[in-house]
């Protein structure tokens, strides 16, 4: 994510990626941690 030409640009792109790697472990591990949950409460 180099495209960003203005100043202070390498500070947006690593919050961007920082931002979109949490989202995706968000998306990834959340419905497997909510099924867990749910095992535990129902064991």
């Known amino acids: ?5 203005y100043a202070g640009g390498q500070v ?7 931002g979109s790697r949490l989202l995706y472990y968000v998306e990834d591990w959340g419905p497997r941690i909510v099924a867990a ?7």
């Open 12 to 18: 947006v792109s690593n919050g961007r990626e920082i």
């Open 1 to 5: 994510m180099n495209d960003v030409t």
């Open 37 to 43: 949950l749910v095992i535990l409460l129902i064991g």
